[in-house]
């Protein structure tokens, strides 16, 4: 079975599907994007390894509540050597906590899904913007 190859404006489209299933909070089509064993992996935490533990995980994010806000604004986005490198500022709103934070994201296709996702943020930013107390894990 031959996987097919994308074109780059094809690799840039699916992770932005991907972004605007993130932003409806429909966890499994943001998990459908993937391979089964995609990996996910803020680059601080240890990575979250298929498919279904993907959506497991992201259902638990304190976003995915019916109320919440997430945007996901892209600000640049290119390929390089095959790979997605996506520049963009994530912002939420959930209970009574606005915040955002800058964030780095590199995709790695495998035919016409993510085979796998680092995000690199810095996460005591996020903590502090999604206000969880100094010190806590």
Do not use: C
């Amino acid at each position: 079975m031959t996987v097919p190859n994308l074109t780059d404006r094809e690799k840039i489209d699916l992770v932005l599907a991907m972004f605007a299933a993130w932003e409806r909070k429909d966890w499994h089509a943001v998990a459908l994007t993937f391979t089964e064993d995609g990996i996910f992996h803020n680059i601080m935490l240890e990575p979250t390894v298929g498919r279904d533990a993907i959506e497991a995980r992201l259902s638990r994010l304190r976003v995915a509540e019916p109320n919440s806000v997430l945007e996901m604004t892209v600000r640049h986005i290119g390929v390089i050597d095959g790979l997605v490198f996506v520049e963009r500022f994530d912002s939420w709103k959930f209970d009574d906590i606005e915040g955002g934070i800058p964030v780095v994201g590199i995709f790695e296709l495998r035919g016409t899904q993510i085979a796998r996702w680092r995000e690199v943020y810095d996460r005591s930013s996020l903590r502090r913007e999604a206000g969880y107390p100094e010190g806590s894990a």
